[in-house]
């Protein structure tokens, strides 16, 4: 690239030179390059240090090149302009980045992979005790990633690839033993193969089944009961049973008033509905108290009243509630949920265009890391 740059030349002339792999210094030196290492820009100009490189020769590593401090002992940038390329890099995808500072698009994002590396490539997994976990799409035809969120130092803490069992036992063997066992609590949807794994590494964390989803679960029941009853009316109700999907799944205080009216002269109509819709509101009521033995009693009742009444779908999902009983009133004693996974969604579609056309899952992964929640460090 033909651009507008200038070159400082540096002399320098220290008597001794540091090896880059240990650290020591040497007064031996062996060899020299000349080298063209890019900066900050000075005014608008590309700029670049040009000065000798030594190769030393160390006591203890042998010949080795040195070490400059300002650049990795490998790199043609100095620490500071892979900096600014990093931090350019959270914000706005590699071949902006590129066009912007005139340089490689590869090059830019092995610098982001770098810095990303030494941000993420391993954290720190001690003391552990409150997690959320849950899947995210990546592609398509199901392919999944795990994530596993800290939340009480809201981080995440590690990404690995599919959703089964096997999933998370890869992140189980990763923590070892002794973390695995610290764990208190791990926010998740009613997913066996996840359930599976925490019960054979973590068996005493309390699993919280996630309000979310099966808030979500029972919105689908809601449908399924919306088109069966739609299948079986009379023609002349029809028009009122139709498009009513919104009215039903929505909070009441969001409607107009003209919709509350809708849905009125709906519930009035069908009985089956209408049994669906209080059960709705009352199923929420689940995760508002911190008593165990209330919420139970809550839960036995919703469970019996949905089971009595005749409703296939509805007795259905009252069959899993009674099942996954135990990590619903987990909640009590740990009110968690996976929200912030939830908020990541849209945040990973971002990444995931932009990161398209690289296949590099590990950078993947550790974009991903980057853009979740994370608590700053003080
Ligand atoms: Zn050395």
């Known amino acids: ?56 020769h160390c006591p203890t590593c042998g010949v080795r090149v040195e070490d400059l401090g300002f650049a990795a002992p490998y790199s043609r940038y100095t620490r500071r302009f892979e900096d600014l390329v990093a931090r350019l890099c959270e914000h706005l995808p590699v071949a902006n980045v590129a066009e912007l500072l005139g340089m490689d698009w590869k090059t830019v994002k092995e610098i982001d ?18 997690l959320s976990i849950d899947e995210i799409s990546y592609k398509k035809r199901h392919r999944y990633l795990t994530l596993v969120l800290d939340l009480e130092r809201t981080r995440v803490v590690w990404v690995g690839k599919g959703r089964g069992k096997a999933t998370l036992e890869a992140f189980f063997d990763q923590i070892g033993e002794e973390v695995a066992h610290g764990i208190l609590s791990i926010a998740i949807d009613m997913w066996h193969p996840y359930i599976a794994a925490i019960q054979a590494h973590a068996p005493q964390a309390a699993i919280v089944f996630d309000k979310f989803h099966v808030i979500r679960n029972y919105a689908q ?13 009379e023609k002349e109700e029809k028009p009122v049973l139709r498009g009513t999907k919104y009215l039903l799944l929505k909070n009441h205080q969001n409607l107009s008033p003209k919709q509350r009216n ?80 939830e908020g990541l969604n849209n945040k990973i579609k971002v990444i995931k265009r932009r990161c398209y056309g690289f296949h590099d899952l590990d950078y993947f992964r550790m974009k991903i890391m980057q853009a979740a929640p994370r608590a700053r460090s003080p």
């Open 1 to 56: 690239m033909n651009r507008a740059h200038t070159d400082l030349l540096l002399t320098r002339m220290p008597p001794s030179l540091r090896c880059s792999r240990c650290g020591q210094l040497s007064f031996d030196r062996y060899d020299r390059t000349s080298q063209r290492i890019r900066d900050l820009n000075v005014f608008d100009l590309h700029t670049y240090l040009v000065l000798d490189k030594w190769r030393v």
């Open 113 to 130: 992979k770098r810095a990303l590396q030494r941000a993420f490539a391993d954290p720190d997994y001690t003391g552990l005790r409150l």
């Open 262 to 341: 809708r849905l009125e002269e709906l519930l009035s109509l069908n009985q089956n509905l209408n049994v669906v819709y209080v059960l709705k509101d009352d199923l929420k009521r689940l995760w508002n108290g911190t008593e165990r033995e209330e919420a139970a009693l809550l839960l036995a009742d919703w469970i019996q009243a949905a089971q009595a009444s005749g409703i296939g779908p509805l007795a259905d999902f009252a069959k899993t509630l009674n099942h996954h009983a135990y990590g619903l009133l987990n909640h009590c004693d740990y009110p968690i949920n996976n929200a912030q996974l």
């Open 221 to 233: 029941v809601v449908d399924r009961v919306r088109l069966d009853e739609l299948k079986k009316a």
